[in-house]
């Protein structure tokens, strides 16, 4: 048969596209994120389909050739393979994959047959993600670990229902920040990360009203609690009763962290002081 057509080649095509669906969904390109965790899936599936037999991927319309081909009898002038809702609905009708209107959704998404007004329909597939690819390693017995990666931690994190969605947010945003911090300076040299007080100054005044000069909200630096570095900032926006200002967003000069409120500061262990 195709090598194009096997086991392997369409699980490290699946893993391939679920790794570039996380790194979208890191940097908040959730239409992106849809396509490649539709592509990831539609593979995945295709593979769990191949594993119990090669014919179970054949598109059925009006020839034979296909099923002859993936049988090995004959070769197929024009490869031609079932999409993503056909494997779909095959695993379900082998009751190897669940019915779920959100992994449904998702295919809409990355097919355009269903079009998100905003990124936050998407965006809130990343459980939908890691359920179905959790789900599809069942019947294979694949090291779920070595299918994720370095994004195995995550996708526990979407999928733990012991914590409340704004803790599995914030959480999955760190691990993310993270990650992006160490793709941008992982292997550089350490005075690459420049921390000294002039370097923050010229960064925090970045952030003044470019047309009148004026300086925004109150500010100050603070660790960030995912890259670890003092290039975080907090800006004070909303004045309490106390005459105190209260911590409103958080956003890391390295890594792109944000954070909004003192819930999430609080999930994410921000020391964050009353005032500027």
């Not at 024009?78 to 959704?105: F, M, S």
């Not at 597939?125 to 195995?152: C, G, I, Y």
């Not at 890391?252 to 002081?273: S, V, Y």
Request: hydrophobic share 40%; net charge negative.
């Amino acid at each position: 048969m195709d090598d194009s057509l096997s086991f392997e080649s369409f699980y490290e095509g699946a893993k391939k596209a679920a790794h570039r669906a996380m790194d979208d969904h890191g940097r908040a390109e959730y239409d992106e994120f849809a396509l490649h965790a539709g592509v990831a899936v539609e593979r995945l599936a295709k593979a769990v389909l191949v594993s119990k037999n090669p014919v179970y991927i054949a598109e059925m319309r009006g020839s034979t050739e296909m099923p002859l081909h993936l049988g090995g009898h004959r070769t197929a002038s024009k490869i031609r393979t079932i999409g993503a809702a056909e494997a779909i609905t095959r695993l379900r009708t082998l009751e190897a994959l669940p019915v779920d209107r959100q992994l449904d959704l998702l295919i809409d998404l990355r097919n355009g047959v269903a079009h998100a007004s905003t990124g936050d329909q998407a965006r809130s597939l990343l459980p939908t993600l890691a359920k179905t690819v959790e789900a599809l390693h069942t019947p294979l017995e694949r090291n779920l670990d070595w299918f994720w990666e370095r994004w195995s931690d995550t996708v526990r994190i979407a999928v733990d229902h012991q914590r409340n969605e704004i803790e599995r947010e914030v959480q999955v945003r760190i691990i993310q920040a993270a990650h992006r911090f160490k793709d941008r300076f992982d292997g550089l040299p350490p005075n690459v990360i420049d921390t000294n007080p002039d370097q923050r100054r010229k960064w925090f005044y970045a952030g003044i009203h470019k047309e009148t000069g004026a300086p925004g909200p109150p500010a100050t630096w603070v660790t960030c609690p995912a890259c670890d570095t003092c290039y975080g900032i907090i800006f004070f926006q909303s004045q309490c009763t106390d005459g105190e200002n209260d911590p409103d967003i958080f956003i890391c000069r390295l890594c792109g962290l944000h954070l909004r409120g003192r819930d999430e500061f609080d999930i994410a262990q921000l020391t964050t002081p009353l005032s500027p």
